[in-house]
């Protein structure tokens, strides 16, 4: 194996993550080179009920040594983690543990970044955490100059969110023409690059119910979203709409078009987790490297 190794963080030590890194590591042992940095000693546990055998190395490039074992590049937490109990003593450790596998892969010694579940609330808890969320924090970390965007996707479904964690009163003032043809050119140029799709078919979804109904029920529909899909159109872009969301996910506009624009978070969410709960990922577009997670959350 001479390709380089995946990085995988361990995530907030009381949740689900360990959990899952190690029956993934089972699925594709051998097949995908994956390093993980991790407390080997809280680990150990967990792989031997698993029949996963870990291997502490101190560099990346270290695991063509252990084909057969699951490497760890170890640190350790500041006290023992209890599942389903967080403890904001370990929050320093988890914001280090993504900084440290980040670099790696910036610095070219691992391929991709895969990050386990976080709790936002304990890293602010237990640390000065700015972020809303993991998006964003690795974005500082590439020094990313666009903002990065989240996209949920199965083998059937990609979903963008213009606005993410932020509270639903406060979508509105978040939205505008700019920002759209900002963000729908970037998904548009990553959708190509990394999913080999020429010209992608772009769906985007309104803000209000029914999308506006030509401004009967809200009128971000005509001031903001369709100015800049007839801008972005101009730009040969193949983008659509904007249409109600509650029709958008219908089979006939699924077969159609390869990612959908939603507005806000629960948009995006609730259709993809609804069809595929336990088959989607996050992908993380716009940086400079390859980042996914799963599309839940620390599961205590």
Do not use: W
């Not at 051998?30 to 190395?57: H, R, S, T, W, Y």
């Not at 993410?164 to 190509?192: A, D, G």
């Not at 803000?207 to 972005?232: T, V």
């Amino acid at each position: 194996m001479n390709k380089l190794p995946i990085i995988i963080t361990s995530g907030e030590p009381s949740g689900i993550g360990a959990e899952i890194i190690i029956k993934a590591y089972k699925k594709v042992k051998k097949k995908i080179p994956c390093i993980l940095m991790g407390d080997e000693k809280f680990l150990k546990k967990i792989a031997f009920e698993n029949d996963v055998i870990l291997q502490k190395i101190n560099k990346p490039r270290e695991y063509k040594n252990y084909i057969d074992k699951l490497c760890i590049l170890n640190f350790d937490y500041e006290v023992e983690p209890i599942p389903g109990k967080p403890n904001k003593k370990n929050s320093k450790k988890v914001i280090e543990n993504i900084i440290n596998s980040t670099k790696l892969v910036i610095n070219n010694e691992c391929a991709a970044l895969v990050t386990a579940p976080i709790d936002k609330g304990i890293l602010k808890e237990g640390t000065c955490f700015k972020y809303p969320g993991h998006t964003e924090f690795i974005s500082d970390l590439c020094n990313n100059k666009a903002s990065p965007i989240m996209m949920m996707m199965s083998k059937n479904l990609k979903v963008a969110t213009l606005t993410t964690h932020i509270p639903l009163k406060n979508v509105t003032k978040e939205i505008n023409s700019e920002k759209i043809i900002n963000f729908i050119k970037v998904l548009n140029s990553e959708i190509e690059l990394k999913f080999n799709i020429n010209k992608p078919k772009i769906l985007v979804t309104g803000l209000n119910p029914h999308a506006g109904e030509s401004g009967k029920i809200g009128n971000e529909e005509q001031r903001i979203i369709i100015p800049a899909i007839n801008k972005l159109k101009k730009n040969n872009i193949n983008v659509h709409g904007p249409i109600s969301a509650d029709t958008a996910f219908l089979k006939k506009n699924m077969d159609i078009y390869d990612v959908y624009v939603c507005m806000y978070h629960d948009q995006a969410l609730i259709p993809i987790k609804i069809l595929n709960f336990f088959n989607s990922i996050n992908v993380t577009l716009g940086l400079p490297i390859i980042r996914t997670s799963p599309d839940h959350g620390t599961a205590y």
